[in-house]
């Protein structure tokens, strides 16, 4: 069953699917600047970039709702998951600013271990939204809902492994309040990752 009863100048799904692949992109960007141990400020540029063309997107989606008479799904389920999808990035931006702010230079191992959940998270959620323009990807989405939530839990044990160590061991309180608010900050991503296969979720049971 496919998903059809809008305009078909309209394209929802794709916007969608747009949102989702600037935040595979930003996730990957984020694992770059982290990965080699020292920040890659290149990388760190591309996500900014990125978090602007997703602000287009998210924006080109409240546009067409705001103009639509019919759409694919409830208005507010649309309007929640590109609200969902747009935090994903803007708190990958977050992150990626406070690095710079903060002017880490070298990056933790447990960063770049944050990192590697985040990629897996976002490339789950962009399969989770690519599954959403027809009901026949059901079991797909909902495994990629699973999986992202399961994602989201292994997060809070890293951060709480990661505040443990760094307490344990750092002696400066300043690098303590950076690396405590970075970590968290990480940690949210997975969070917002978890509220957008909610919203996902949500849409598929109601058209299921």
Request: hydrophobic share 50%.
């Amino acid at each position: 069953m496919r998903f059809s009863f809008f305009p078909e100048e309209v394209d929802y799904f794709k916007l969608f699917e747009k949102q989702s692949h600037y935040i595979v992109q930003a996730a990957e960007a984020f694992k770059v600047a982290v990965a080699g141990g020292t920040l890659d400020t290149t990388a760190l540029a591309r996500i900014v970039t990125l978090e602007a063309q997703a602000d287009e997107a998210a924006r080109a989606v409240i546009s067409q709702l705001n103009k639509s008479f019919i759409t694919p799904f409830d208005r507010e389920d649309i309007h929640a998951l590109t609200k969902a999808l747009d935090d994903i990035i803007d708190m990958l931006n977050t992150i990626s600013n406070r690095l710079s702010v903060y002017k880490i230079l070298e990056v933790k191992k447990n960063l770049v271990e944050f990192a590697l959940v985040i990629e897996a998270s976002a490339h789950a959620i962009d399969s989770a939204v690519k599954g959403v323009r027809d009901m026949k990807n059901y079991q797909v989405v909902m495994a990629a809902c699973v999986e992202i939530s399961r994602l989201e839990n292994i997060s809070d044990s890293m951060r709480d492994t990661a505040l443990a160590g760094l307490f344990e061991n750092e002696k400066d309180p300043i690098v303590v309040i950076k690396w405590k608010e970075i970590y968290e900050d990480a940690e949210t991503v997975l969070d917002i990752c978890a509220d957008a296969a909610h919203v996902v979720e949500s849409i598929m049971l109601k058209q299921a």
